[in-house]
């Protein structure tokens, strides 16, 4: 039987201490162990976002990523993403104009929606779908969610 490994953690600003299995992945940790359920387990191949979170800043699948790489680092996913109960301008702007559907994706495309808006503050049309290419969408056809984040991305400049 492998041994299981400590893991110290800070998730969306809470320390988390854990047990994991050597195999066990970030998003069976933070979905299982932690009680944190809205990062979604799509693929678990790393082929279409639902589970992307950030890694010490670095926008991960967390479906590829072990839970003892999270080890001393920091993690935010969408349960960090508002600020108490004022929504972030991303969350905001996702349900004024109808940027999600079914919910799968949505936690995965605002975490690396957020990622896209903190390196880019103004980003193209063609900038924000390059930088979504990794979280697929089956419902919406991708234009409410475009439509979203440069609504959020004018939002957050003061335009």
Same mark, same amino acid.
């Given at each position: 039987?492998?041994?299981?490994? @400590?893991?110290?953690?800070?998730?969306?600003?809470?320390?988390?201490?854990?047990?994991? =299995?050597?195999?066990?992945?970030?998003?069976?940790?933070?979905?299982?162990?932690?009680?944190?359920?809205?990062?979604?387990?799509?693929?678990?191949?790393?082929?279409?976002?639902?589970?992307?979170?950030?890694?010490?800043?670095?926008?991960?699948?967390?479906?590829?990523?072990?839970?003892?790489?999270?080890?001393?680092?920091?993690?935010?996913? %969408?349960?960090?993403?508002?600020?108490? =109960?004022?929504? @972030?301008?991303?969350?905001?702007?996702?349900? =004024?104009?109808?940027?999600?559907?079914?919910?799968?994706?949505?936690?995965?495309?605002?975490?690396?929606?957020?990622?896209?808006?903190?390196?880019?503050?103004?980003?193209?049309?063609?900038?924000?779908?390059?930088?979504?290419?990794?979280?697929?969408?089956?419902?919406?056809?991708?234009?409410?969610? %475009?439509?979203?984040?440069?609504?959020?991305?004018?939002?957050?400049?003061?335009?």
């Amino acid at each position: 039987m492998a041994k299981k490994s @400590h893991v110290t953690t800070t998730v969306n600003g809470d320390e988390y201490e854990f047990l994991c =299995e050597p195999g066990q992945t970030l998003v069976d940790a933070l979905r299982n162990t932690m009680g944190l359920t809205g990062t979604k387990e799509g693929c678990s191949t790393g082929d279409c976002g639902a589970c992307s979170v950030r890694l010490d800043g670095r926008l991960v699948c967390s479906c590829l990523v072990l839970a003892v790489e999270a080890d001393g680092k920091s993690v935010s996913t %969408i349960e960090g993403m508002a600020n108490g =109960e004022e929504l @972030h301008p991303l969350q905001r702007q996702f349900l =004024e104009l109808n940027g999600s559907q079914c919910g799968i994706c949505t936690p995965g495309v605002l975490i690396a929606a957020q990622a896209l808006l903190e390196k880019n503050p103004d980003p193209t049309e063609t900038e924000i779908r390059y930088y979504l290419a990794g979280n697929l969408c089956r419902c919406t056809g991708y234009d409410k969610i %475009i439509r979203s984040v440069q609504a959020a991305a004018a939002e957050m400049r003061g335009s």
